[in-house]
């Protein structure tokens, strides 16, 4: 009954969504000017790398922060780590398995998360790492009875749910492939974080931060976006106390709403050195003044607990919003940055994220990195691995092997694993 209640929803949902007249032709897109990246606010034109990074970078991450995605606080609050298992002998003896419970407290309130890690028992020494979230909680991104279930899920999900099945969502994380090829994974569940409702905010990390306030919110808060990208950057935290993760080779991939905020972590914390978005469409590498899928007002419709409050104001009036996201793109040079489209996944723009990364260029020049020569996209599985990668691959909505296949490679070359 539960799940027939919730596919009566997703059905409603997904029809208000058809009502609003999403384009999906290309003909019908606007003409639009992105906003200057290299143009600072006084109309001076950056040159340099140093000039970008101590001029025009700072007022791009000053947008971004009080106009999209919030701002994230400069006070920390604690964290503690505890390790609840650890399988020296997992994925047939290749990895070693461990789960570490993170509690987050500010001394009166706490809230908990699991992170899950599994790192290659060969090569010995230090190995680069990929960071990411999973949607469904750990347990789904394996069969592995041990695997605990993430804490977070409890609040989004009734027992029941079919988020509750275990390895529901393994074809995500090819942890045989990723470990194979050398690298470790750590990934907790992104509920654990901000459990993906509005209603649920109380039960947030955010919650934990001075000045937190459930009746009111200021138009530059940080919303969940905000608090995801701010949970990895505490996941980092916890790889440098690891002795086997090189912390100079992490790297951070998202998924789609996980795209978004792994685009805007790379932004703000430089020690991821690569940055990966997966079908991260509107809000993530997407150019928003496209309006192609989806846009800024459905988002903030469908997501109200998302972006920060200001960000509503460019519901339908993209051409207002003082950013666009090659600049978020460019926020990260000159680490590397990677975008990745599925051909079917229409609704996330796939040649409005291609763009992102080709506009992003201007910036990785100035440091005379290799960017994407042409806006003409490539074909599908074709990828572009210089500093800044791109591919398109067949199919739908979804992180498949070949997008991780791409991802260890453009790691590879980076990382030179
Ligand atoms: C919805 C949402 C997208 C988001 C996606 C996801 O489709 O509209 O913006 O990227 O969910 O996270 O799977």
Redesign the pocket.
């Known amino acids: 009954m539960k799940n027939l209640t919730y596919f009566i929803l997703c059905l409603a949902v997904t029809s208000i ?1 058809a009502q609003q007249n999403v384009n999906y032709d290309e003909s019908k897109v606007p003409a639009y000017t992105l906003p200057e990246l290299l143009k600072c606010q006084n109309g001076e034109m950056v040159t340099t790398a140093e000039e970008w990074e101590k001029q025009r970078r700072p007022e791009l991450m000053e947008l971004f922060a009080s106009h999209v995605y919030g701002r994230t606080p400069a006070e920390s609050i604690d964290v503690y780590h505890e390790l609840l298992t650890e399988n020296p002998e997992a994925l047939g003896g290749k990895a070693t398995c461990r789960q570490v419970k993170f509690t987050f407290s500010n001394g009166n309130k706490k809230t908990e998360a699991i992170l899950l890690m599994y790192i290659p028992n060969k090569p010995k020494g230090k190995v680069p790492v990929f960071v990411g979230y999973n ?1 469904n909680g750990n347990h789904s991104t394996t069969t592995d009875t041990t695997i605990l279930y993430s804490p977070g899920l409890r609040l989004v999900r009734e027992p029941g749910h079919p988020d509750w099945e275990r390895g529901n969502q393994t074809n995500r994380w090819p942890y045989d492939m990723i470990i194979g090829r050398g690298y470790a994974v750590a990934t907790m569940c992104y509920h654990d974080i901000f459990p993906d409702k509005p209603e649920l905010k109380d039960h947030s990390v955010i919650s934990l931060f001075p000045g937190y306030d459930p009746q009111k919110t200021a138009p530059d808060d940080w919303q969940a976006i905000g608090a995801w990208a701010l949970g990895s950057s505490r996941i980092v935290d916890f790889l440098e106390t690891q002795k086997e993760i090189d912390t100079d080779k992490i790297a951070i991939m998202g ?6 905020a792994a685009l805007w972590a790379g932004a703000q914390d430089p020690r991821f050195r690569i940055v990966i978005s997966n ?6 590498a997407a150019l928003f003044r496209r309006k192609f899928g ?1 846009t800024i007002e ?2 903030n419709k ?2 109200p607990h ?1 972006f920060c409050e200001n960000f509503h104001q460019y519901n339908n009036k993209e051409e207002w919003l003082p950013v666009d996201q090659h600049q978020l793109l460019a926020l990260i040079a000159p680490r590397k940055v990677y975008v990745a489209s599925a051909e079917e996944d229409l ?2 723009d796939p040649r409005g994220e291609f763009l992102a990364a080709y506009d992003a260029g201007p910036v990785y020049r100035l440091y005379g990195l290799e960017t994407i020569n042409q806006d003409k996209m490539p074909g599908l599985h074709k990828p572009i691995m210089g500093d800044i990668g791109y591919h398109i691959r067949a199919g739908k ?1 979804d992180v498949t092997e070949y997008d991780w296949a791409c991802f260890l490679d453009f790691a590879g070359k980076h990382f030179k694993n």
């Not at 998924?255 to 978004?260: D, L």
């Open positions: 969504y949607f998924h789609s709403r996980q795209g978004k079908n991260s469409g509107c809000g993530g989806e459905i988002i469908a997501f998302w609704w996330a909505h």
